[in-house]
């Protein structure tokens, strides 16, 4: 049967159920807010409709016309990759270090829509900054003929090759070349900003290989028509022009060294503690609903952070972060007090040898969380195995129509027709 229309699930778990036609209807599925639905037939209060899981009948009323915002923070194993949704526009956030984003989005989410012969494209990429666990993975989409992209947007600190003697000799760091700023500390002048910068730095040579990788993707995409720009983003920008619908994204990081001129980083402790202190900082409102997404900020920028917004409303409260750097040990409690986040997720991998997500990355989200009831989600624990070694997705949802806010991760075993772990977040207003 055809489909005559779209809806989307209106409830936080909205019913699918089996019409009888004596007695009582009974459900053979649940779907969060913001599921699709595709409408085959009309019949009075309620709607025919197909739908993820067994299809059935749903009531009219429990039904909405968008499908709101939707992000599933994707269970990549070590490293970070989600995938955003609102109305008419799509956005990936970082791509993992491996193949399982891009399973995710070709074998289950765009089934249907690769099924029937068309591209599905993101309006954007964002990728938090150029460490292996949070871009690899992205690397296989932006190659893959499937996906079209409008732009990927990064920190521009680019990667490469930690031998002094296999990159240009200007760089004395693998990040680049570094200089002494006006405070007499260390800088980093090396960034780069759209395609034409990213090409001179490939034609030049010294790359890092999985970098060299990225970049040659890039370039072929655009070169396929599939990609249509990329771009730096600082704190400098504020605030991401263009995109259509209720949800506004602000750039509170990475902070340059000066409002204005070239732009250059503060140097951290080290190469790493630099380019995952300087990652993008995205805070994304819908409605009444905000996200924090701080890739792999340390105590050491998140000290910076603090410090560069001091004199300004605090920026950072949201009601849902991203835990940064995978729930490490490396954090700044009135970091997390600024943040106050009602639910806390955390993206990390089995078989590692840094503990994620650590006992006092966990135990300080719910501490310094707002309300009396703090959630705090993992990818790694909301992982499950079948049977032997069949490993499930332990992917967390959030789901939102700007006043509702819902998180949710499937139950290991299914009870009945309902297969979600699902907590609507209660409305806690931030401390004064």
Aim: contains cysteine.
């Amino acid at each position: 049967m055809a489909i005559i229309e779209e809806r989307y699930a209106a409830r936080p778990e909205t019913n699918v159920y089996k019409r009888l036609s004596n007695g009582r209807p009974s459900v053979v599925n649940k779907v969060l807010l913001g599921t699709w639905l595709g409408v085959e037939q009309r019949d009075s209060e309620w709607l025919k409709v197909r739908t993820a899981g067994p299809d059935g009948w749903v009531k009219a009323a429990e039904t909405r016309e968008d499908c709101g915002l939707k992000i599933f923070f994707v269970d990549v194993g070590q490293g970070d990759g989600a995938l955003i949704e609102v109305p008419n526009q799509r956005f990936l956030v970082d791509g993992g270090p491996n193949t399982s984003l891009r399973r995710y989005l070709k074998g289950w989410q765009y089934t249907y829509l690769l099924g029937n012969g068309q591209q599905v494209h993101f309006d954007a990429a964002f990728i938090s900054h150029f460490d292996a666990d949070h871009y690899q993975g992205l690397i296989q989409i932006i190659a893959d003929r499937s996906f079209t992209f409008g732009t990927i947007y990064h920190n521009g600190i680019a990667r490469f090759r930690s031998s002094r003697q296999e990159r240009p000799t200007e760089y004395d760091e693998d990040l680049g070349r570094t200089s002494t700023g006006a405070d007499g500390a260390k800088v980093l002048d090396t960034t780069f900003n759209d395609i034409d910068d990213l090409r001179q730095l490939h034609q030049a040579g010294g790359l890092q290989a999985t970098f060299s990788d990225f970049a040659e993707a890039v370039f072929a995409a655009e070169g396929e028509g599939r990609l249509q720009g990329l771009q730096r983003l600082t704190s400098r920008d504020r605030t991401l022009a263009g995109l259509a619908g209720e949800l506004s994204i602000e750039i509170l990081g990475p902070v340059p060294t000066a409002s204005s001129g070239p732009v250059r980083f503060h140097w951290f402790t080290d190469s790493s503690h630099t380019r995952n202190g300087h990652s993008l900082v995205l805070k994304l409102t819908y409605g009444e609903v905000s996200v924090l997404l701080g890739g792999d900020l340390n105590a050491e920028s998140q000290a910076h952070l603090l410090r560069s917004y001091e004199n300004a409303p605090n920026p950072f409260v949201a009601d849902v972060a991203k835990s940064c750097h995978h729930g490490s040990s490396d954090f700044r409690v009135d970091f997390m007090q600024a943040v106050e986040a009602q639910v806390t997720v955390i993206s990390s991998g089995d078989n590692e040898s840094y503990a994620h997500p650590r006992a006092d990355a966990i135990g300080a989200a719910g501490r310094y969380g707002r309300g009396q009831l703090p959630l705090v989600f993992s990818t790694e624990l909301a992982r499950s195995i079948r049977s032997g070694e069949d490993i499930l997705y332990g992917m967390i949802q959030a789901r939102s129509d700007g006043r509702q806010l819902i998180l949710g991760q499937m139950k290991e075993k299914r009870t009945g027709t309902d297969i979600w772990d699902s907590y609507p977040v209660p409305f806690v207003p931030e401390h004064s």
